[in-house]
Structures are given as structure tokens and as C-alpha cells.
């Protein structure tokens, strides 16, 4: 499985992005699929997840406005990103959860201006 995310930019505090993240080797198969973070100079840290059953966990940073979902039929997960904060800023990846290290793809880059 190869993972590819994008969907990424530079956009102004308050507006949306939604991201994509397309699995190549499909993501049926995964119990638990979640959505990651990396700030600069920050650890990464996991923002989104969704279970096969349809549970969702947030970080409390993005509850309310950051929305987890996927489409098994084109192997793609998503991560619905509203009311950007410039602390949002990071490079975000998808993975499963618990994540696996060889799955780390380049992630895509969101920059949230103030």
C-alpha cells in the first residue's frame, strides 16, 4: 500500500481546505485510518481518525472544525478542514492508526496566513 496525500496550499486564517489521500493498495483493510500533522519544528501528531465502523476521534485542537471521512470505493480518505487557524500550519499525511512507518508518504503543505 502506498499512500498519497494532497489537497494542500497557502490560504488566509478562516477559509477552508479539503485534503485527499488516495491508498493505492486500496484502505478496505484498514481498522482505523487517521489523519497526522507535522508543525515545524513539533512532533506529528495525529488530528483525525475514523474507524471501519464509522467511530471518529478528534484532537481537541480541530474538534468542531475539521471533519474525518473516506470513500472505499475510490480508496480515498479526506479530511474536511474549516475555519483555518494559523496554527494549523503543518505538513499533513495520512496513515493508518496505529500508524505504520514504511506508510508515511511526502505528505501536502498547509499554510494558514493570519
Known amino acids: 500500500v502506498q499512500l498519497q496525500a494532497s489537497g494542500g496550499g497557502l490560504v488566509q486564517a478562516g477559509q477552508s481546505l479539503r485534503l485527499s489521500c488516495v491508498a493505492s493498495g486500496g484502505i478496505s483493510g484498514f481498522k482505523v485510518v487517521g489523519w497526522y500533522r507535522q508543525a515545524p519544528g513539533k512532533q506529528r501528531e495525529r488530528v483525525a481518525a475514523l474507524t471501519d465502523g464509522g467511530s471518529f476521534e478528534y484532537a481537541d485542537s480541530v474538534k468542531g472544525r475539521f471533519t474525518i471521512s473516506k470513500d472505499n470505493a475510490v480508496n480515498t480518505v479526506f479530511l474536511q478542514m474549516n475555519s483555518l487557524k494559523p496554527e494549523d500550519t503543518a505538513v499533513y499525511y495520512c496513515?493508518?492508526?496505529?500508524?505504520?512507518?514504511?506508510?508515511w508518504g511526502q505528505g501536502t503543505e498547509v499554510t494558514v496566513s493570519s
Open positions: 496513515n493508518r492508526y496505529p500508524y505504520q512507518s514504511e506508510l
